[in-house]
T-cell receptor
Framework: KQEVTQIPAALSVPEGENLVLNCSFT??????LQWFRQDPGKGLTSLLL?????REQTSGRLNASLDKSSGRSTLYIAASQPGDSATYLC??????????FGPGTRLSVLP | GAGVSQSPRYKVTKRGQDVALRCDPISGHVSLYWYRQALGQGPEFLTYFNYEAQQDKSGLPNDRFSAERPEGSISTLTIQRTEQRDSAMYRCASSPRSLGTGPYNEQFFGPGTRLTVL
C-alpha cells in the first residue's frame, strides 16, 4: 500500500526566503505526482503535475523535482511572499488508480 | 461553470440523520472523485466515476456511504444514519479524462462541504 509523507509538517519563514518542501512515497512505481496548495475555506489548487518520466516541472517561482527511484519529490519556492502562506499537499498516482495524498506541510511566510 | 462547486458548504446534522452532499463538476469533465479530509490530514479517496459509471468505491468506509452520478454530471454522496466519526470535510474533484487514459489527468477540486455530526 502506497504511503506518502511530507516533511516538515509546518514551516515558518521570513518573506523573501527560498524554501524547500519535501514529499516521500514508499512505492516508487508511480505514474505521476501532483503538488497542490490548500487555502482555508477553499478547495485544493493544482500547482504542478510531474509525470514519472520527468525530472522536474517549473511554474513561475515554483519548481518541483521528482526522483522516482528514491521515492522523493521536492517543491522549491523562490523568493517567498506572504501570499504563499497555505498548506501544500503532494499526491502520487499509480496507473489506473487514484491519488494518494500526503498529510501536507503548513507554510507561513511572515512579512 | 468556472470550476467545481459543492453544496452545501456547511452541514450540521444530528447523529442518526441522513445527509446528501452534492458535487457539480466542471462541464464536460469525464471523471469525478469524492474524498474525505480530516483536520490536519490530506484527502482520503472514497470513490470515483467515469461518466455515470462508478468505477471504484473501495474507499467508502462502510455501507452507510453511497454515491451516484446518474447522468454523468452532478454527483451526490449520501451518508445514512450519520455518526459523529463521519464529521469531516468532504471534497469533490473532477478531471477531463478517465484514469489511465493519459498522464496529463489533472484533478480540479471544489471548495468542499464541512460536515459536522452532533
Amino acid at each position: 500500500k502506497q504511503e506518502v509523507t511530507q516533511i516538515p509538517a509546518a514551516l515558518s519563514v521570513p518573506e523573501g526566503e527560498n524554501l524547500v518542501l519535501n514529499c516521500s512515497f514508499t512505492d516508487s512505481a508511480i505514474y505521476n505526482l501532483q503538488w497542490f496548495r490548500q487555502d482555508p475555506g477553499k478547495g485544493l489548487t493544482s500547482l504542478l503535475l510531474i509525470q514519472s518520466s520527468q525530472r522536474e516541472q517549473t511554474s513561475g517561482r515554483l519548481n518541483a523535482s521528482l526522483d522516482k527511484s528514491s521515492g522523493r519529490s521536492t517543491l522549491y519556492i523562490a523568493a517567498s511572499q506572504p501570499g504563499d502562506s497555505a498548506t501544500y499537499l503532494c499526491a502520487v498516482r499509480h496507473l489506473g488508480q487514484n491519488f494518494v495524498f500526503g498529510p501536507g506541510t503548513r507554510l507561513s511566510v511572515l512579512p | 461553470g468556472a470550476g467545481v462547486s459543492q453544496s452545501p458548504r456547511y452541514k450540521v446534522t444530528k447523529r442518526g440523520q441522513d445527509v446528501a452532499l452534492r458535487c457539480d463538476p466542471i462541464s464536460g469533465h469525464v471523471s469525478l472523485y469524492w474524498y474525505r479530509q480530516a483536520l490536519g490530514q490530506g484527502p482520503e479517496f472514497l470513490t470515483y466515476f467515469n461518466y455515470e459509471a462508478q468505477q471504484d468505491k473501495s474507499g467508502l468506509p462502510n455501507d452507510r456511504f453511497s454515491a451516484e452520478r446518474p447522468e454523468g454530471s452532478i454527483s451526490t454522496l449520501t451518508i445514512q444514519r450519520t455518526e459523529q466519526r463521519d464529521s469531516a470535510m468532504y471534497r469533490c474533484a473532477s478531471s477531463p479524462r478517465s484514469l489511465g487514459t493519459g498522464p496529463y489527468n489533472e484533478q480540479f477540486f471544489g471548495p468542499g462541504t464541512r460536515l459536522t455530526v452532533l
